[in-house]
Structure formats: structure tokens, C-alpha cells
């Protein structure tokens, strides 16, 4: 459900097919949960690496690993899926007439990329590396592996900078190409209520602000949202905080709430597949994460009219929101500057007029047209 899936859909529709025939492997089959399965385009041949059956059984594994035997049998299987995964993988492309260059879109087969060989090699960078990899060594590692591909995509020019800082031999191989948006897609179902259930439409009447991201505090740091919005409550604000998505964290930001006596204000209203209806009718969009690579979330809302207060995480959210101009830029962590900009936003009608104005300029640099002509012209250079 995060937005590297609906950034991948968008890059598999509007990559031109009088060039590229595109084959596509999944790494798990998760069956009923393949939610965007229905979406991958009709001319676009794909496969699942790992069965459903294996990955269904390690889960039910990891869930008894506090025993020795069960926490072996874990360590096992999750070699063994990736073996599985890589075997389906070289099959899969031996059995490709032609294949000139692998794309690996969530650098999830850095560890064997030097395996693979005759191909051109891309790989995207969705999130800051120091962040995400956190100690020294497994940053390092990583870097080696980078530089086994040919291109080395990062998707907003603060995660490039960081990039060639942290691996200066990669300087030549790094670009950076934004995330590619259907507008007409986006805003299509912004309108759309027919899935919605009487209880859901009638939380749309409300006023409410509105956060979409994984139940995830390690990165999203809900605690810091949920103390900014209880801030803004004893300050008076009426608008409820609506919070769309689900992950680990659930609990623990279920027992805030009720810590802070926000039961009635706050609701979580877990994985929806459109969340653009939510944030259309919201009066702000508000996220506070830790770190990100290019918040796809932020634009989305942008693109649906939203006014967006986001921490100033690394990395995003500054480049997004051109330095704050068109939106606003909190400390990460700080639960005092995040619900001060939040209400003086919703009590300055003029300063959202303004913000409104510089938005609907700002989003057109991520349109998907313009995008996937630098996709285009990426993977032409590699292959001429």
C-alpha cells in the first residue's frame, strides 16, 4: 500500500511502448493482498518471485520465534526465500528474447547485482541511505553494491547530493528523477465516494486535518503529531485529526490516544486503497516523519489542493515545499513549532490563499508527462 507501489504503477503506464516491451517481477506473492496486482497494465507481463505458500509459512514461523527451534527454522527459511526469489529471477530473464537492461526499483536485489550479467542496470533510491541503514558498515556495503549498477537513481536532489557526498565514486552514475504523478488519476478519485461506507461519509462532513502514512513511529514519529495535535486542541481548534494507513505501531499509537483523552478527536481509519477522497475534503494535510526520500504523500495532497505542514526531515519535504515557501517546514520532533504552524495556517485565511496559489504552481513539476521523458531518455542513453 506505500507510495513506491503507486509511483511504479504510474512509471509502467506512461513508459512508451512503440520503445519498451516491460516485464516485470514481483518478489512476494502475497494473494488476497496484492492490491495493485488489477492495476499493473494489461500489456505488461509480470511474475512472482517467492510463492505465497513459502511466505505464508515463514510468517507463521516469525511469529513463534522467541522459541530457539521455531527462531532457527526463521533464519532458514528467510535464506531460503531469497534464494528462491534470485533462482525465479535468472529464469525469468534467461527466458526474455533480448532484454537489454534491469531495472531494480527498490534496490532490493543490490546484494546480487553483480550476478546478473549482459544487462544495463538501474536502480532507484527511494529513501536517504544514512537513515534507513543506520550503522557505518551496512552504509558502506551498501555503496559497494551501488556502484555494481550503471545508473543510480534518486528521486529529489537533496537525496542525490547525499548520494554523492557519502559515495563520491558513484558522482558520475547518480540523477535524479522525480516521481511521475497522474494528475487526472489523483484528482478522479478525489471525487469519488462509491466506495465509501455511511459511517466514512459521514466522517467527510466533518472539519478535520489529515495525516497518510504507515502506523510507523520509528519513521513517521505519530507520538510528535499526536502532542502537537493535543496542543491544538487546548489552543481550541474544532477540526478532528483523521490518520489513513496501518503498520506495527498501531497499538502503541492507539494507547496515546487514549493517553492524551483524544478518543473522540482522533481517528484511525486504517489501509484505504483511495486515500485521495480523505485528503480532498480534509482542510490541511499534515506528516511527521523522521526521515523519507521523496514523500510521495506530500505531492499527492499538493495535487488534490492541500495545504501540507511537514517535519524537515531529511530528505523531501524541504525540496517539496521549495524551502517553505508553498507550505510548512517544522523541526523534526518539535511538538510546539508543528501545532504553532498548524493553527496559525487554519486561523489565517489569507496566508492559505497565498499558499494555495504557490501549490497549484509548485505540482506541476511532477507531472507524469514530463517525468517519463527523463525515464525515457535514461534508459536510451545506456542502450544506444
Same mark, same amino acid.
Given at each position: 500500500?506505500?507510495?513506491?507501489?503507486?509511483?511504479?504503477?504510474?512509471?509502467?503506464?506512461?513508459?512508451?511502448?512503440?520503445?519498451? /516491451?516491460?516485464?516485470?517481477?514481483?518478489?512476494?506473492? #502475497?494473494?488476497?493482498?496484492?492490491?495493485?496486482?488489477?492495476?499493473?497494465? /494489461?500489456?505488461?507481463?509480470?511474475?512472482?518471485?517467492?510463492?505465497?505458500?513459502?511466505?505464508?509459512?515463514?510468517?507463521?514461523?516469525?511469529?513463534?520465534?522467541?522459541?530457539?527451534?521455531?527462531?532457527?527454522?526463521?533464519?532458514?527459511?528467510?535464506?531460503?526465500?531469497?534464494?528462491?526469489?534470485?533462482?525465479?529471477?535468472?529464469?525469468?530473464?534467461?527466458?526474455?528474447?533480448?532484454?537489454?537492461?534491469?531495472?531494480?526499483?527498490?534496490?532490493?536485489?543490490?546484494?546480487?547485482?553483480?550476478?546478473?550479467?549482459?544487462?544495463?542496470?538501474?536502480?532507484?533510491?527511494?529513501?536517504?541511505?544514512?537513515?534507513?541503514?543506520?550503522?557505518?558498515?551496512?552504509?558502506?556495503?551498501?555503496?559497494?553494491?551501488?556502484?555494481?549498477?550503471?545508473?543510480?537513481?534518486?528521486?529529489?536532489?537533496?537525496?542525490?547530493?547525499?548520494?554523492?557526498?557519502?559515495?563520491?565514486?558513484? +558522482?558520475?552514475?547518480?540523477?535524479?528523477?522525480?516521481?511521475?504523478?497522474?494528475?487526472?488519476?489523483?484528482?478522479?478519485?478525489?471525487?469519488?465516494?462509491?466506495?465509501?461506507?455511511?459511517?466514512?461519509?459521514?466522517?467527510?462532513?466533518?472539519?478535520?486535518?489529515?495525516?497518510?502514512?504507515?502506523?510507523?513511529?520509528?519513521?513517521?514519529?505519530?507520538? =510528535?503529531?499526536?502532542?502537537?495535535?493535543?496542543?491544538?486542541?487546548?489552543?481550541?481548534?474544532?477540526?478532528?485529526?483523521?490518520?489513513?494507513?496501518?503498520?506495527?505501531?498501531?497499538?502503541?499509537?492507539?494507547?496515546?490516544?487514549?493517553?492524551?483523552?483524544?478518543?473522540?478527536?482522533?481517528?484511525?481509519?486504517?489501509?484505504?486503497?483511495?486515500?485521495?477522497?480523505?485528503?480532498?475534503?480534509?482542510?490541511?494535510?499534515?506528516?511527521?516523519?523522521?526521515?523519507?526520500?521523496?514523500? =510521495?504523500?506530500?505531492?499527492?495532497?499538493?495535487? #488534490?489542493?492541500?495545504?501540507?505542514?511537514?517535519?524537515? #526531515?531529511? =530528505?523531501?519535504?524541504?525540496?517539496?515545499?521549495?524551502?517553505?515557501? #508553498?507550505?510548512?517546514?517544522?523541526?523534526?520532533?518539535?511538538?510546539?513549532?508543528?501545532?504553532?504552524?498548524?493553527?496559525?495556517?487554519?486561523?489565517?485565511?489569507? +496566508?492559505?490563499?497565498?499558499?494555495?496559489?504557490?501549490?497549484? +504552481?509548485?505540482?506541476?513539476?511532477?507531472?507524469?508527462?514530463?517525468?517519463?521523458?527523463?525515464?525515457?531518455?535514461?534508459?536510451?542513453?545506456?542502450?544506444?
Amino acid at each position: 500500500m506505500g507510495g513506491l507501489e503507486r509511483i511504479l504503477i504510474e512509471v509502467l503506464k506512461n513508459m512508451d511502448r512503440s520503445k519498451y /516491451k516491460i516485464h516485470l517481477f514481483i518478489e512476494d506473492d #502475497c494473494g488476497k493482498e496484492n492490491v495493485f496486482e488489477k492495476d499493473i497494465p /494489461k500489456d505488461v507481463e509480470y511474475k512472482f518471485l517467492k510463492p505465497e505458500k513459502i511466505i505464508r509459512f515463514t510468517e507463521k514461523v516469525k511469529q513463534k520465534k522467541k522459541n530457539i527451534i521455531y527462531k532457527l527454522i526463521y533464519n532458514i527459511m528467510m535464506v531460503y526465500e531469497k534464494k528462491i526469489a534470485f533462482k525465479n529471477l535468472k529464469k525469468g530473464i534467461l527466458e526474455i528474447n533480448g532484454a537489454e537492461a534491469i531495472i531494480d526499483f527498490d534496490a532490493g536485489l543490490s546484494k546480487n547485482i553483480n550476478k546478473i550479467k549482459d544487462l544495463k542496470k538501474i536502480v532507484w533510491i527511494h529513501n536517504s541511505v544514512p537513515k534507513l541503514k543506520k550503522k557505518r558498515g551496512k552504509i558502506e556495503r551498501f555503496g559497494k553494491r551501488l556502484g555494481n549498477y550503471d545508473k543510480v537513481v534518486a528521486i529529489c536532489d537533496d537525496m542525490k547530493e547525499e548520494l554523492i557526498k557519502i559515495y563520491p565514486f558513484l +558522482k558520475e552514475k547518480v540523477v535524479r528523477i522525480y516521481n511521475p504523478f497522474n494528475f487526472d488519476r489523483i484528482l478522479s478519485l478525489a471525487e469519488s465516494k462509491k466506495e465509501l461506507t455511511k459511517e466514512e461519509l459521514q466522517f467527510l462532513e466533518d472539519d478535520y486535518m489529515i495525516s497518510v502514512a504507515r502506523l510507523d513511529n520509528i519513521q513517521k514519529d505519530f507520538p =510528535t503529531l499526536m502532542k502537537a495535535y493535543k496542543s491544538l486542541k487546548d489552543k481550541g481548534i474544532k477540526e478532528k485529526l483523521y490518520i489513513v494507513g496501518h503498520g506495527p505501531s498501531k497499538e502503541d499509537i492507539s494507547s496515546l490516544i487514549n493517553e492524551l483523552n483524544l478518543e473522540e478527536d482522533v481517528k484511525l481509519l486504517g489501509m484505504k486503497k483511495n486515500p485521495y477522497v480523505w485528503m480532498k475534503n480534509s482542510k490541511l494535510f499534515v506528516h511527521s516523519s523522521k526521515y523519507e526520500g521523496l514523500p =510521495t504523500v506530500l505531492i499527492e495532497a499538493m495535487i #488534490c489542493g492541500k495545504i501540507v505542514v511537514s517535519s524537515d #526531515c531529511p =530528505t523531501g519535504p524541504r525540496e517539496i515545499l521549495l524551502d517553505g515557501e #508553498c507550505g510548512g517546514l517544522v523541526k523534526v520532533g518539535d511538538v510546539e513549532d508543528f501545532s504553532n504552524q498548524i493553527y496559525e495556517i487554519l486561523s489565517n485565511s489569507d +496566508k492559505r490563499k497565498n499558499l494555495e496559489l504557490l501549490i497549484e +504552481k509548485r505540482v506541476k513539476d511532477f507531472e507524469a508527462s514530463k517525468i517519463v521523458v527523463e525515464i525515457d531518455t535514461l534508459i536510451e542513453n545506456l542502450t544506444r
